[in-house]
């Protein structure tokens, strides 16, 4: 798929029970979290450096880091790890959410962090969203968002699959977060 063009591909905003074998090693961004009905773009590995490039708001610098869980449906409790986790990202001019899914992972960016955190791709989140019990930490002076990209592309997670126990949302939120904070060794 060529630079900047809409799929029809998806990620959902909660992972499925699947080993992910709908797992299509792509990224898929959202330029504007907060327009309805909007299709992601749906990137390849090879063609995620060059794509984000063009993005507006990657070279922001990180200013904040949060990790937010959403219960999977309005009437079941966050117990047992029955809920969707997903990193919010302050930026100097944005608010970006980084997630995996059984399909792939998913960026989506807003001018609010309201939109990144409670809404997904225009339709607002099932279930109620709370901060996952973390702090919420500064970014490093000199890390941007195109640093996570870049972590995203060298450490290879569009290749790592999704996997219900091993390689799921909570996982790759935790990453993240541990990543931007540099925590338990981890750094972009």
């Known amino acids: ?21 709908d797992w299509t090693s792509s990224l898929y ?3 504007n979290a907060k327009t309805p009905g909007i299709y ?3 990137i390849s ?7 984000f490039k063009k993005v507006e708001g990657t070279e922001d610098q990180i200013i904040r880091v949060w990790i937010f869980k959403q219960n999977l449906s309005a009437w079941l409790p966050k117990v047992f790890g029955a809920w969707h986790e997903f990193t919010v990202v302050e930026s100097t001019n944005y608010f970006w959410s980084f997630e995996k ?14 939109h990144v955190k409670d809404w997904y791709r225009g339709v607002e989140r099932t279930g109620s969203v709370t901060p996952e019990g973390r702090d919420p930490q500064k970014g490093r002076e000199g890390d941007t968002v195109n640093d996570i990209i870049w ?3 060298k450490e290879n ?10 390689s799921n ?16 060794g981890r750094r972009l």
């Open 169 to 184: 949302c909570h996982y790759f939120a935790s990453l993240i977060f541990e990543a931007i904070a540099r925590q338990k």
């Open 151 to 153: 972590w995203i592309y």
């Open 101 to 114: 899914d059984s399909k792939g992972i998913c960026v989506q960016r807003a001018k609010t962090r309201v």
């Open 45 to 51: 590995d090879e063609e995620l450096m060059d794509y």
């Open 1 to 21: 798929m060529s630079s900047l063009q809409s799929s029809s591909g998806s990620c959902s905003s909660g992972s499925s029970a699947s080993g992910g074998s």
């Open 157 to 166: 997670y569009l290749k790592r699959g999704y996997h219900a126990t091993k």
């Open 29 to 31: 961004f959202t330029a």
């Open 40 to 42: 992601p773009a749906k």
